[in-house]
Antibody, heavy 124, light 108 residues
Framework: QLPLQESGPGLVKPSETLSLTCTVSGASISTSNYYWVWIRQPPGKGLEWIGSMYSSGTTYYNPSLKSRVTISLDTSMNQFSLKLISVTAADTAMYYC????????????????WGQGTFVTVSS | EIVMTQSPATLSVSPGESATLSCRASQSVSINLAWYQQKPDQAPRLLIYDASTRATGIPARFSGSGSGTEFTLTISSLQSEDFAVYYCQQYDDWPPLTFGGGTKVEIK
């Protein structure tokens, strides 16, 4: 069983909403020991942090995406989710979820482990 | 936003040789820096955090150094499984958390 596993549609139409879920195993998503992260990687390009969520409900988003992104937790399912509205072809990417480690509590640090990723194509 | 710049973009190395990868921050990030390895069609894997601390299970041939704005990842005696893309990431000042553009280590 993978520690983190992304799921969701592989194809989204332009202007619609991209919705992905990350199922977490081996740790409760309610724990304050970690935080939860979404990262993406366009084809052939580098990594872009999308946003993070703490178990307290605090969220931080990349300013470049902030107006379009929502990250939420579902503690009953031990999952966290990503919603990205008004998608365009530029949102075509591999989307990864990851667990975040604290530098000290409240201060986000590095990401470990990562899910295997799910590729989302934005096309009509 | 802190911009992370990695160099070179591509590094050609023979197996058994060592590789030195650089990561520069646009402002000081103290030691708040991580390194990741990404092999083709795989998710990134954490190698180093806090600039020089190896993650669990990472071989000793991987070492990180630096502080402030200049960081180095050294891979000694490259093995076949080490040919990959390497990314640095700062977590000193956010949002956003930012990554470098990556260095591809290829077989010479």
């Amino acid at each position: 069983q993978l520690p983190l596993q992304e799921s969701g549609p592989g194809l989204v139409k332009p202007s619609e909403t991209l919705s992905l879920t990350c199922t977490v195993s081996g740790a409760s998503i309610s724990t304050s020991n970690y935080y939860w992260v979404w990262i993406r990687q366009p084809p052939g390009k580098g990594l872009e942090w999308i946003g993070s969520m703490y178990s307290s409900g605090t969220t931080y988003y990349n300013p470049s995406l902030k107006s379009r992104v929502t990250i939420s937790l579902d503690t009953s399912m031990n999952q966290f989710s990503l919603k990205l509205i008004s998608v365009t072809a530029a949102d075509t990417a591999m989307y990864y979820c990851a667990r975040g480690e604290w530098v000290q509590f409240g201060m986000m640090g590095w990401f470990d482990p990562w899910g295997q990723g799910t590729f989302v194509t934005v096309s009509s | 936003e802190i911009v992370m710049t990695q160099s070179p973009a591509t590094l050609s190395v023979s197996p058994g040789e060592s590789a030195t990868l650089s990561c520069r921050a646009s402002q000081s990030v103290s030691i708040n820096l991580a390194w990741y390895q990404q092999k083709p069609d795989q998710a990134p894997r954490l190698l180093i955090y806090d600039a020089s601390t190896r993650a669990t299970g990472i071989p000793a041939r991987f070492s990180g150094s630096g502080s402030g704005t200049e960081f180095t990842l050294t891979i000694s005696s490259l093995q076949s499984e080490d040919f990959a893309v390497y990314y640095c990431q700062q977590y000193d000042d956010w949002p956003p958390l930012t990554f470098g553009g990556g260095t591809k280590v290829e077989i010479k």
